[in-house]
């Protein structure tokens, strides 16, 4: 038996909101995020956070190490109370990068999470491959879920 599922996807849940600074340094980004924290301003130091990710450098010249950004970018989703976003906020940018398994991989994680996630499981319909048939249910189990948890699809509107 075969179907077809069609939703009307708002394009920008596909997008990420990442703004990068480029006059900023790893570190002068870091020390924003941290200062940011400090302040109660979560979301705009993930932003920050996520910018020291992309600006590390690798070696020792660095003065903080990867790890440790992950893990203070993943706190301030946590401390949100919604520790899913995180990876969902890192998928879309591995999306933006045309990096489709990673992005999979991380919507994967937001999963374990919060399996009811509406946006997760929105974006993993839409990009779980379709090369076989085991795909093809996978793809098909998110769609449902997600029908699941809005019917009208008027949450993503």
């Known amino acids: 038996m075969i179907f077809f599922l069609s939703l009307d996807f708002p394009a920008n849940i596909f997008s990420a909101k990442i703004t990068i600074d480029g006059s900023l340094s790893g570190e002068e980004s870091i020390t924003r995020a941290r200062s940011l924290v400090s302040e109660g301003k979560y ?3 993930a932003e920050y956070f996520w910018q020291a990710i992309i600006k590390w450098r690798g070696d020792k010249s660095s003065s903080y190490t990867i790890r440790e950004v992950h ?22 940018a591995y999306f ?11 919507l994967k994680e ?3 999470i919060k399996p009811t996630s509406l946006e997760t499981n929105l974006l993993l319909g839409e990009y779980v491959g379709k090369s076989n048939q085991e795909e093809l249910n996978e793809k098909v189990s998110y769609i449902m879920t997600a029908l699941e948890i809005d019917p009208t699809n008027a949450k993503v509107r």
């Open 110 to 112: 937001a999963r374990k």
């Open 71 to 92: 893990q203070e970018f993943h706190n301030t989703f946590a401390t949100r109370g919604v520790p899913e976003e995180s990876f969902i906020y890192i998928a879309k």
């Open 43 to 45: 979301v705009d130091a």
């Open 96 to 106: 933006n990068a045309k990096q489709i398994k990673e992005a999979i991989a991380s």
